[in-house]
């Protein structure tokens, strides 16, 4: 796999698939951009997709065909969220609270699916009741959809790496131009697989490396916790607008327990 930019990919016609949807909105919005200044009134808007629309995309291309694995039933997030319950139930966990132990349950299992563990591989490598509990799980839920031919978001990624006209289609349901990968890190072996299956279809397969940039450094000294926030919002603030496509960004280590006060700093 070779490394390339986006505007590469993008130029000649090909695809650029995200690990995140932020990602996408911003290599379109950049591309936009360096359209617009390059003088162009109107241009094709680019192929950007993050990585499970892409799937999606070349599931449904693969269903109109009525190839496998687009014989199978594509599961929502919602429906594989009420799979996992019925699962959980069955296995007598309904006590436990599924609005916390389903989104665990649901990203093991895609970790599962991205680092090709399987549930045997699960079970014996289970040191504790609790993950021979999670391997019994993962063990369900994939014989649940083979008995109804299911597949979800996740099965979806390994079905792509390792069926060539899943992949094939896919590509075909594109612009037919290279492909780049942009985003992820670690480099799971289901991505890999991906790429490879790509790869041998004869595409270029390219790892797109972020925009270097430049910068300065500096420290700033402030009376407390709220007052950085103060400070950092606005430096943020004055920064804002100045460089189209690259907005300022703030990072806070524990978000997820400051939200609401950081919210309310950044609004005043």
């Given at each position: 796999m070779t490394a390339a930019s986006a505007a590469d990919v993008l130029s000649a016609g090909g695809t650029v698939i995200t690990a995140t949807h932020r990602l996408a909105r911003q290599i379109r919005q950049r591309h936009?951009?360096?359209?617009?200044?390059?003088?162009?009134?109107?241009?094709?808007?680019?192929?950007?997709?993050?990585?499970?629309?892409?799937?999606?995309?070349a599931w449904e291309a693969t269903a109109l065909c009525d190839a496998p694995p687009g014989r199978q039933r594509l599961l929502s997030d919602d429906e594989s969220r009420i799979v996992w319950r019925r699962v959980l139930a069955a296995d007598g966990a309904e006590r436990l609270d599924s609005g916390v132990i389903l989104p665990l349950v649901a990203a093991g299992w895609s970790l599962c699916q991205a680092w090709g563990i399987s549930s045997g591989d699960l079970a014996a490598a289970a040191d504790s009741e609790d993950a021979r509990t999670f391997a019994r799980w993962v063990r369900a839920?994939?014989?649940?959809?083979?008995?109804?031919s299911w597949i979800d978001s996740a099965g979806l990624l390994q079905a792509a790496g390792r069926v060539g006209d899943f992949t094939g289609r896919g590509a075909r349901a594109s612009r037919g131009g290279p492909f780049g990968f942009a985003g992820f890190d670690p480099w799971t072996p289901a991505l890999a697989s991906l790429a490879g299956t790509l790869g041998a279809t004869g595409i270029r397969v390219s790892a797109l490396a972020p925009p270097r940039r430049t910068g300065t450094l500096g420290v700033v000294a402030a009376r407390d916790e709220s007052d950085e926030l103060a400070r950092a919002f606005a430096w943020a603030a004055s920064h804002s607008g100045q460089a189209p496509g690259s907005p300022p960004a703030i990072i806070v280590p524990d978000l997820a327990e400051q939200a609401a006060r950081v919210r309310r700093i950044g609004l005043d």
């Open positions: 936009d951009l360096a359209r617009a200044a390059a003088g162009a009134r109107a241009w094709p808007m680019a192929d950007v997709l993050p990585l499970d629309a892409w799937l999606r995309r839920y994939q014989d649940e959809l083979g008995r109804r």
